[in-house]
DNA sequence: CAACAGTCGTTTCACGTTCAATCATTCCCG
DNA sequence: CGGGAATGATTGAACGTGAAACGACTGTTG
């Protein structure tokens, strides 16, 4: 499909300052992060994600749906900071093929401290060289493509045809 | 440093929506590319850097530093661009450490075809979804904390004190 | 010109990620 | 109920990436 599909120079920066941004945003994030904490950029996402639910316990699944990992890769991130002390498994009574990640204790205290870590790296690389407007476009613009793409199925369906 | 850095809603739906945009729009993009033309986003990449110099040949440094790769990664990827036949290394006279990736007949034409998918990719699921307006926005405030993060010095200096 | 620091690119190795296969369990339908 | 498809999660091997060490060469300095 879709032949002479050229983009404008205003549509190629912004393709090209996303992908360099986020690129050079996570790695640097990551780099922090794991230096002051021994902590991965996807690590620190799982327990964020469990510290919000409630009983701080997730379903393997939902939490990989949520982190953007794929299962395999949630296992094995778990099995890393299940042996960190940070996380447990624990099985699901209802669904025996299932079971629960919960945050512990250590892994709570752990998340406080590399949260400050993490949100000022955010803050300062890159909230603060934008203004408020920027920032509120931003979320809106990128919220909308993020929505879409989770909307899209996996099998090759949608523009491949 | 840094202590209570709270961000506030529209500042974490901002961080959040951009990190979900550029990882799914990342994954979609190279698995489209690898199932069409057998070509991750990083090797597509590089021959699109490759195209655009003089001579469709680069010193092997520069390309790294533009394509945002490690050396390390980049040494292993023209390895596998070579094998391919889509790019040949060639010996720099005026300096005997170094050496040129060029780009072959091959790489063009390859490029050629995958930059049609590639290109499709990014208008449908990125800038499909936003009016020129916020492309515009993205553009300028993107490229505003991408070339801050390009100025950021490597050793462990800035924030971390 | 000798010595030494710095640069270019590669190599090696360890690690995280992906893919496909697998096991256990649950769901669906006749 | 029984059989087969589907789902939850894990496993193991193959692969890509990052860090550190290395060899080759250059540039500088005395």
Redesign the interface.
């Known amino acids: ?7 404008d120079e ?2 190629m ?3 090209r ?10 790695e ?1 994030l990551d780099r ?1 992060l794991q ?2 904490h021994g902590l991965s950029l996807s690590e620190y996402e799982v327990l964020v994600l469990l510290q919000q639910a409630p009983r701080h316990r997730r379903r393997m699944s939902e939490l990989a749906g949520d982190a ?1 990992l794929t299962r395999s890769r949630l296992t094995h991130t778990v099995d890393r900071l299940e042996r960190a002390g940070l996380v447990r498994r624990e099985a699901c009574e209802t669904d025996r093929r299932g079971s629960f990640a919960v945050l512990t204790r250590d892994g709570y205290r752990m998340l406080a401290r590399a949260s ?1 870590t993490h ?9 603060e ?2 203004d ?1 407007g ?13 929505a ?3 909307t ?1 199925v996996s099998p ?1 369906s949608a ?2 045809s």
């Open positions: 499909m879709a032949a002479g599909a050229r983009l205003t549509e920066r912004a393709w300052a996303l992908l360099q941004a986020s690129t050079l945003l996570v640097r922090e230096a002051d953007l400050r949100l000022a790296g955010v803050r300062g690389r890159f909230l060289p934008l408020p920027q920032v509120a476009v931003l979320a809106d613009a990128l919220g909308q493509v993020a879409e793409l989770r899209e090759g523009t491949t």
